[in-house]
């Protein structure tokens, strides 16, 4: 009696590879890359004891774009695939920077196979190999290196083989430089507002920007990729650090804000005459011109101004002639005091650790 046996031999390899030609978005770590720029502000103060609502007064200061961020995205893609593919960023703009090439080292590993294609193998690039392990077949038996076919972009060996190569070879990709925004044009009004709130408090990512996704549809292909946005500052700044805050004379109404006055003639009262002296409704430019106008009177610069001299007139001869002469006053004591370098609106008192007055003696005095 005959017996018959039927044999299946499947093989699965943890490092497979399609034929299909590679389609992959990277971050490119190319110079030009910047942080989305926005407007410096000031507020009193930071405090972790305050509810993000205490820095409402502030929002129209927060996240005032002055020049967009900047990323660069790889493509890696044939030259055909390249030139009809199209690139689509949510929350930005791309602008194609055109093909490139540059090296790249890969491990190729062989575990009882015949070929391992490169990563990017396309449009005939050359390797070439910079380290490798010794290759045995199935009957451990030591065989030569696999052999390069740059049509494909796959190293071969005849035999089923087990090793590795590491190899280098510069691939290439399409640069693409992506230029985006602060997030407004991607939330609803109330998440951007958490995201300010966030800035004025001393650090936007105590909420959650939005991120700006990637998207390339190619001819048979597609791929994705999303990064942070990046801010510069990330944070208001603020003049007394952890103090408590003093409220504002101001109160918002309709689109303006209704000036309060208060007991006394504060730096608030004499900014506020210089920006508006006639109205107590003040609109959203004036309220940020006496915002900066109090502190710029908060952070005075003092220089030295002369405040009196004495001087001593002597009378100089030629050396040749009796009869010619000049007087000269020459300085014997000078004071200078300590000022205003702006002639400030509001009362500072001199910076600690200077002197308010200086007397300045010449050794020409008697």
């Given at each position: 009696m005959t017996i018959?046996?039927?044999?299946?031999r499947l093989d699965f390899s943890p490092h497979a590879q399609s034929d299909q030609e590679p389609f992959e978005l990277r971050l490119s770590q190319d110079r030009g890359s910047v942080p989305v720029q926005v407007r410096p502000a000031t507020v009193p103060s930071w405090t972790r004891t305050h509810a993000l609502e205490a820095y409402a007064d502030w929002l129209?200061?927060?996240?005032?774009?002055?020049?967009?961020?900047?990323?660069?995205?790889?493509?890696?893609?044939?030259?055909?695939?390249?030139?009809?593919?199209?690139?689509?960023?949510?929350?930005?703009?791309?602008?194609?920077?055109?093909?490139?090439?540059?090296?790249?080292?890969?491990?190729?590993?062989?575990?009882?196979?015949?070929?391992?294609r490169l990563r990017y193998g396309h449009d005939r690039p050359q390797?070439?190999?910079l380290d490798?392990?010794?290759?045995?077949?199935?009957?451990?038996?030591?065989?030569?290196?696999?052999?390069?076919?740059?049509?494909?972009?796959?190293?071969?060996?005849p035999r089923e083989v087990t090793g590795a190569l590491v190899v280098e070879y510069a691939p290439g990709f399409s640069l693409y430089?992506?230029?985006?925004?602060?997030?407004?044009?991607?939330?609803?009004?109330?998440?951007f507002r958490e995201l300010k709130l966030a800035w004025l408090a001393g650090n936007i990512h105590d909420a959650t920007p939005p991120m700006v996704?990637?998207?390339?549809?190619?001819?048979?292909?597609?791929?994705?990729?999303?990064?942070?946005?990046?801010f510069w500052p990330t944070h208001a700044g603020t003049q007394t650090g952890y103090r408590a805050r003093s409220p504002e004379p101001f109160t918002p109404e309709g689109s303006g804000y209704r000036y309060v006055p208060t007991p006394g003639k504060t730096c608030w009262d004499r900014c506020k005459h210089l920006i508006q002296p006639h109205s107590s409704l003040l609109t959203q430019q004036e309220m940020i011109a006496v915002r900066n106008c109090v502190e710029t009177q908060n952070t005075p610069r003092f220089h030295y101004v002369e405040e009196s001299r004495v001087v001593r007139t002597e009378r100089v001869f030629a050396p040749d002639n009796p009869e010619l002469y000049i007087d000269v006053a020459r300085p014997v004591e000078l004071v200078m005091k300590l000022k205003r370098a702006d002639g400030g609106l509001c009362d500072h008192n001199t910076p600690s650790g200077c002197c308010p007055e200086l007397t300045l003696r010449f050794s020409n005095a008697p």
């Amino acid at each position: 009696m005959t017996i018959l046996e039927a044999g299946l031999r499947l093989d699965f390899s943890p490092h497979a590879q399609s034929d299909q030609e590679p389609f992959e978005l990277r971050l490119s770590q190319d110079r030009g890359s910047v942080p989305v720029q926005v407007r410096p502000a000031t507020v009193p103060s930071w405090t972790r004891t305050h509810a993000l609502e205490a820095y409402a007064d502030w929002l129209d200061e927060a996240l005032i774009q002055e020049s967009p961020g900047l990323k660069r995205v790889r493509l890696y893609c044939s030259d055909n695939a390249a030139a009809r593919t199209r690139l689509t960023v949510h929350g930005g703009t791309p602008t194609p920077l055109g093909r490139r090439h540059e090296p790249l080292i890969e491990t190729l590993v062989w575990v009882q196979s015949h070929a391992r294609r490169l990563r990017y193998g396309h449009d005939r690039p050359q390797a070439r190999i910079l380290d490798h392990t010794r290759f045995y077949d199935l009957q451990g038996q030591e065989c030569p290196l696999p052999e390069f076919d740059p049509e494909s972009g796959t190293f071969h060996h005849p035999r089923e083989v087990t090793g590795a190569l590491v190899v280098e070879y510069a691939p290439g990709f399409s640069l693409y430089e992506i230029s985006y925004d602060t997030g407004a044009s991607q939330l609803p009004a109330e998440w951007f507002r958490e995201l300010k709130l966030a800035w004025l408090a001393g650090n936007i990512h105590d909420a959650t920007p939005p991120m700006v996704r990637v998207i390339a549809i190619g001819p048979n292909a597609a791929d994705q990729l999303s990064f942070n946005r990046d801010f510069w500052p990330t944070h208001a700044g603020t003049q007394t650090g952890y103090r408590a805050r003093s409220p504002e004379p101001f109160t918002p109404e309709g689109s303006g804000y209704r000036y309060v006055p208060t007991p006394g003639k504060t730096c608030w009262d004499r900014c506020k005459h210089l920006i508006q002296p006639h109205s107590s409704l003040l609109t959203q430019q004036e309220m940020i011109a006496v915002r900066n106008c109090v502190e710029t009177q908060n952070t005075p610069r003092f220089h030295y101004v002369e405040e009196s001299r004495v001087v001593r007139t002597e009378r100089v001869f030629a050396p040749d002639n009796p009869e010619l002469y000049i007087d000269v006053a020459r300085p014997v004591e000078l004071v200078m005091k300590l000022k205003r370098a702006d002639g400030g609106l509001c009362d500072h008192n001199t910076p600690s650790g200077c002197c308010p007055e200086l007397t300045l003696r010449f050794s020409n005095a008697p």
